[in-house]
C-alpha cells in the first residue's frame, strides 16, 4: 500500500523552528514531484513549497526565505524546513507526491506557533 505519512509537528512558540518531514512508501520516489500544503482552520488547502524530481524548489510569498523544502531520495523523504515560525503558520501540514496522474495525500501533521 502506497504512503505518504507526516510526522514532526507540534507546538512551538513564535520565531521557533521545525522541520517535519515526509517519509513515502513509493517505488520510484526520485521521479515523483513533492509539494507541501497546509491547510488553516476554515480555509481551503493551500500549496506552498514545491521540489521537481530535479530538486527545483518553488515557494510562497508567505513562506519564501523562512521555509526551505528539500529531498533525500535514498530515505524516500522530504523535508520542510521552518524558521521564524509566526502564528499565522498554524495549520494542518499535508504533505503531497506527484506522478503522471498520481497524485497522493499523507494524513497531516498539525503545527501550532503559540506562545
Known amino acids: 500500500q502506497v504512503q505518504l505519512v507526516e510526522s514532526g509537528g507540534g507546538l512551538v512558540q513564535p520565531g521557533g523552528s521545525l522541520r517535519p518531514p515526509c517519509a513515502a512508501s513509493?517505488?520510484?520516489?526520485?521521479?515523483?514531484?513533492m509539494g507541501w500544503y497546509r491547510q488553516h482552520t476554515g480555509k481551503e488547502r493551500e500549496l506552498f513549497a514545491t521540489?521537481?524530481?530535479?530538486?527545483?524548489?518553488n515557494y510562497a510569498e508567505n513562506v519564501k526565505g523562512r521555509f526551505t523544502i528539500s529531498r533525500d531520495n535514498a530515505k524516500n523523504t522530504v523535508y520542510l524546513q521552518m524558521n521564524s515560525l509566526k502564528p499565522e503558520d498554524t495549520a494542518v501540514y499535508y504533505c503531497?507526491?506527484?506522478?503522471?496522474?498520481?497524485?497522493?495525500w499523507g494524513q497531516g501533521t498539525q503545527v501550532t506557533v503559540s506562545s
Open positions: 503531497n507526491a506527484r506522478w503522471q496522474s498520481i497524485s497522493l
Open positions: 513509493l517505488s520510484i520516489f526520485n521521479l515523483y514531484a
Open positions: 521540489i521537481t524530481s530535479g530538486s527545483s524548489t
